[in-house]
Structures are given as C-alpha cells and as structure tokens.
C-alpha cells in the first residue's frame, strides 16, 4: 500500500488542530521587547513564563475566517494578480512571442544557441518579479511539442518553463508572493536588499541554464540517452508539431507585451523611489490589466471572463494564506509564539551566524516538503523565524532569503500540486523525473550553502 500525504489545506488545518491542543500542553511564555530603528525586537535575555490561555474548538473553527482579515490585504492582492496574468495570457502576446522565437530557430545560428538561456531567463524572471508559478503548467502543453520539433526531448520541454519560474521563484527579488510577504510579516522593508537578491537570482539562473545547454546538446547528439526517448518517439508521430502557419507577433502582440513590461518596470520604479506597498502593486497590476484588455481588443465577457478564471485559479492559494495565518492566530492568541522561540533556539544556535543561517536553510527545507506554498510557509514560518534570527545572531533579511532557498526543492517534491501538475501534463512519471533531478538538486543545495555566507559575513540589512 503506498503511502499518500494528504493536500496543502488538509496538512495546514491538521497544523491548525495541532496548534490548538498544543495551547493546553505548552507553557506561556514572554520576551521583552524594544524599540531599535522603529522595529520592536525582542531582548534574547528577557524570556519568563505568563499565564498560557488554551484554544479551545471554537477558537479552533474561528482560526480561519480570521486568519482572512488579518491577512485581507495580501489575499487580495493574490487574486487580482491571477486575474492580471489571466487577461495577458488571453491576449495571446506571450504565446506569440514564444512560437516568433521557435521559428527563427530554423533560421538563425543565434537564435539557436540562445534559444534555451532566452526562454529560461523570461520565465525566471517571471517567477522573481510577478511570482509566476503554477501559470508555468498551460505552457507545458506549448514547450514539449516544441522541444521535440527541435530535436530535443519532453523533460527539456518542461525544464523551460517549470525549472525556469520554480528557480526565479526560489531565488526571487521583486517577487511579492515570498519575498514581499516574508518581508512584510518580519517587519522588513518591503523589497529591501534587492542588491544582493539580484546576484543570487543571475547566479542561479545561469547555473540552471548551463546545465540545460549541457544536457540538451547531449540529448540532441544522443537522443537515446533521454530517459523520456521511447515515449518521444511515439509522440513525434502522434503530434507533430507545425509553425508554418504562424505568420509572426502582430502590432497588438507587441504592445501588449510592452504594457507589461513598463508596468513592472513602473513597479520596481514606484518599490524603490516611492515606497509603494501592496495597495498601490495591485493598483498598477489592475490598471496595466484594463489597458491591456483594450489595446488587445477583448471584450467585456472575454476580459471579465480571463480575470474571474484568473482570481479563480488562485482561491486555493488565498484560503492557504488564511489557513497559515489562523495558525499564528491560534499559537498569539495562547500567548506560546515566544515559548516556541525559546525552544527552537537551541537547534538553530550555532558559535557562527553562517551555521545557524544554514539550519535555517534546512529547517526550511524540511518544512517545504509538507508546505510548499510559499505565501502559505512564509505566513507559517516568519513569525517564528524572523524573531528567531535577532536571537541567534543572524539579520531577518538572511533569515528570508534562508526561507526563500528552502523552495528549491518544490521541482522535486511529490507533495507539491504543481510539480505533479507539470509532470501529469507531460505524462513524464514522477520516479524518473526524480532521477533526473537529483543531480540538479544537489548543485542547488550547496549553491544556497555558499549563498548564505555573504550575508552572514557583512551582516546584511
């Protein structure tokens, strides 16, 4: 009999129940606090025991509808940011500009050598800027057939865009989906140290990207050597693929995409000069979404009908982020979020802030296995960490991006809904995928090891 983890929403409300019986089993607890640069930081010394206030089942069943008003502003945000990718991909500009790409392929020597860092930097980039994640799966169904049209095999065609945006994701800078949120919950500058976040994203990418060079050369010499090679046989035969048709980006094509990416340049622009937070992210997303609606000439049933698909693929992901902060809800309200702390400072104390950031690290890890959402895991995990670094010695900026580098392993995990998404689609079993990766995970793993030093070192900010 296999053994089945259950879902994301079923693991967190177990969490949730966990947390409650927990309230009359676990000590209250206390650390004074006090104001440094504006932030209330807690005195590492000052720990003492208070009266606990045990959640009972009714605090239980009232943890998620207030973990929603709690984190309204963020929830919102989520679901206009599906509604916005939704209207864009209904323009069909970022279908076009992929298929312009593939044809030139047959007609440049250029083209084909940059074809697969072009593909995986823009959809890397999706995953650091915009939080592009589970939109990578519609692409699949785009990426293998053009892949193996190319003389290469399925797993290349789905390491474009899933490996792409999970890395850009992992690894992100101006994503507001992990990054902004972490930030916002550890009380954090939103979007600060995007310096050093850049360098761990172009690192990153371009390691992805020279392995993927590597591996499709060897495949397109070798094709036997794909572990995919019988089924792309039968698949070249079934599905062949046919540009001919496709006559090129049109005008609207191109200015939609040039909307898009003014807009998240505006972004960036109005983060780093004017201070914008989420309300005023979510008012350009909302405004870029309605301009592109028009110069793409949808109507109003094809645009309100692309948004609400949009907002609606998202649900999940909003009812996750209420669910995760109904935990820190519950754990606050029983006055045991401190007793926690002082209990899980010992495992991540170490003589080094470069030692503790790496049990950081693989806490994180650990945690991504079971949670790997990461608005939900950064709701769940934050509180705690955040706090957490000021007592081991490590800044709250490193202890975001240790949380950060703890989704690299969402590609490989058979509990993430869109890993086995993305392979489903492909028809690619999780078991060889797994092989295929391991090699890339290991890469992966020591390159956040090294990554973490820096900002332990020049105590990062």
């Not at 943890?63 to 209904?90: D, H, N, S």
């Not at 909003?318 to 669910?323: D, F, G, K």
């Not at 945690?367 to 490590?394: C, K, R, W, Y």
Request: with cysteine; glycine share 8%.
């Amino acid at each position: 009999m296999k053994l089945r983890l259950p879902n994301t929403y079923v693991l967190i409300f177990a969490i949730l129940a966990l947390i409650a019986v927990s309230t009359w089993l676990v000590p209250g607890g206390k650390y004074d606090t006090h104001l440094v640069n504006g932030k209330q930081l807690i005195d590492p010394a000052t720990f003492h025991y208070v009266a606990s206030k045990p959640q009972g089942i009714v605090a239980l069943l009232m943890a998620p509808i207030k973990g929603f008003v709690e984190a309204a502003l963020i929830i919102g945000f989520v679901l206009i940011t599906g509604g916005a990718f939704a209207v864009l991909q209904k323009t069909d500009a970022i279908d076009a500009m992929i298929k312009s790409i593939a044809k030139a392929h047959d007609h440049s020597a250029f083209v084909r050598v940059a074809l697969i860092p072009v593909f995986l930097t823009l959809f890397s980039l999706g995953g650091a800027t915009f939080g592009m994640n589970e939109e990578a799966i519609p692409f699949i169904l785009i990426f293998v057939p053009l892949a193996l049209a190319l003389g290469y095999d399925t797993v290349t065609g789905v390491s474009l865009p899933f490996l792409g945006t999970q890395i850009g994701f992992g690894a992100a800078f101006l994503n507001p989906f992990n990054v902004g949120v972490a930030q916002g919950i550890a009380g954090v500058p939103l979007f600060s140290g995007m310096g050093y976040r850049l360098i761990v994203w172009v690192i990153m990418t371009a390691v992805t990207i020279a392995f993927m060079m590597w591996y499709a050369a060897r495949i397109k010499r070798t094709p036997q050597l794909s572990p995919t090679y019988e089924m792309d046989l039968a698949r070249r035969k079934e599905h062949p693929v046919d540009f001919s048709n496709f006559t090129g980006m049109t005008f609207k094509h191109k200015l939609v995409l040039f909307i898009f990416a003014g807009s998240l340049l505006g972004m960036v622009v109005g983060v780093v000069k004017f201070d914008w937070y989420i309300e005023q992210i979510a008012a350009l997303f909302l405004a870029m979404t309605i301009v592109v609606g028009v110069v793409g000439r949808l109507n109003s049933d094809e645009f309100m009908g692309a948004f609400m698909h949009g907002a609606k693929d998202l649900v999940g992901t909003a009812l996750v982020i209420a669910l995760a902060r109904g935990t820190v809800i519950l754990a606050r309200d029983a006055q045991i979020i401190d007793t926690m702390l002082h209990g899980l400072m010992p495992l991540v104390q170490s003589s080094s802030p470069v030692f503790a950031a790496h049990k950081m690290f693989a806490i994180q890890t650990v945690i991504n296995f079971f949670i790997h959402s990461g608005t939900g895991q950064a709701a769940l995990t934050m509180p705690i960490m955040a706090p957490l670094a000021d007592l081991v010695g490590v800044t709250r900026q490193t202890a975001i991006l240790a949380y950060q580098f703890g989704e690299f392993t969402t590609p490989m995990i058979p509990t993430s809904g869109i890993t086995v998404g993305v392979l489903a689609l492909a028809r690619i079993p999780w078991i060889t995928w797994a092989k295929w990766m391991v090699p890339l995970q290991l890469i992966y793993a020591v390159l956040a090891l090294l990554l973490l030093v820096p900002p332990c070192l020049m105590n990062w900010q």
